[in-house]
């Protein structure tokens, strides 16, 4: 089992940046592919970016892809979700969630550890 924590996320202006990160521990984490997810209030959980076990893949869903960027650090066991042109339509409460799989999917049904999750607010 891995356990996640993320952390990073706060209140920010419209085009700022802000950089969340999921913290590991429990089993070997580069055994694990890892992907981010968001969901706002009222509507269904939503794939932001996955990362493969070894890095070596990356994904990211359309409403973020340029301006976010997804990258993991298997010594220090954290995965980094770095934000850029934040947009109010971003908001949201931002999870990590790791799978034991080479590949990362879009699908939360794929994963199998969840954090708890960390609140990301864009103002206009």
């Known amino acids: 089992q891995v356990q996640l924590v993320e952390s990073g996320g706060m209140l920010v202006q419209a085009g700022g940046s802000l950089r969340l990160s999921c913290a590991a521990s429990?089993?070997?984490?580069?055994?694990?592919?890892v992907g981010w997810f968001r969901q706002a209030p009222g509507k269904e959980r939503e794939f932001v970016a996955g990362?493969?076990?070894?890095?070596?893949?990356?994904d990211y869903g359309p409403t973020v892809k340029s301006r976010f960027i997804l990258s993991r650090d298997n010594v220090r066991n954290a995965v980094y979700l770095q934000m850029t042109s934040l947009k109010p339509e971003d908001t949201a409460v931002y999870f990590c969630?790791?799978?034991?799989?080479?590949?990362?999917?879009?699908?939360?049904?794929?994963?199998?550890?969840w954090g708890q999750g960390t609140q990301v607010t864009v103002s206009s």
């Open positions: 969630a790791a799978r034991s799989g080479y590949n990362s999917y879009p699908t939360p049904a794929e994963y199998d550890y």
């Open positions: 429990g089993d070997i984490f580069s055994a694990y592919s």
């Open positions: 990362i493969s076990r070894n890095s070596g893949a990356t």
